[in-house]
């Protein structure tokens, strides 16, 4: 179900850059699925991860997320750490106009699915990697590209200027997560 959510996904962020609703919510509601029915009797992972849901509405529930966060952190340990810190990544970079929302969605629910360093690996690694060669590539070579990189780590936080490459992250995130969903879960 979520490969094929993924898949569709990215074929409609390729064509329209746009997300389906359906597959964002669909894959909200299976990370949080796994989440209830994974938590090893903590519940408190699933109710983190509907919090940051309704959090990504951005205002006072970006201090509400931060508080929660570190609340996890504290109970959990390093148990919840994957969970915390792609949530906070990708919230961040939805509140930061970086990904949209059915980007952010999607993440969400893969980070929601994995709950595991591997998972954010795969996805925050891909997106460096597609950034790097889209870099070069529209730049025009290496050096051009690298000092392009450079530019908009320096500005992280900011909104995109009118050279942003608008990568349809979909793409990135079907490939990430049907590997992950097929080929991680194989060696599990």
Known sequence: MG???????????????KIPVVAGFG?????LAVLVKGGGGIPFLALYY???IWSTRGGVWQVVLLAASVGMLWALGWEA????????FVS????????GGGDSQLAFGLIGIGHDWFILTMLFGLTILAGVILAI????????????LISVARRLGEPPD???IRTPWGIIAAIG????????ALVL
Do not use: H
């Open 27 to 31: 894959m909200l509601g299976l990370g």
């Open 92 to 99: 961040y970079a939805f509140w930061s106009g970086w990904l």
């Open 3 to 17: 490969s094929a959510l993924l898949l569709w996904a990215a074929v409609i962020d390729y064509r329209t850059r």
């Open 162 to 164: 009118d050279e942003a």
């Open 81 to 88: 750490g994957p969970l915390v810190v792609g949530i906070l």
């Open 177 to 184: 997560g049907v590997s992950y969903l097929w080929l991680w």
């Open 137 to 148: 590539r529209k730049q025009g070579g290496v050096e051009q590209g690298v000092r392009r």
């Open 50 to 52: 509907l919090l940051a």
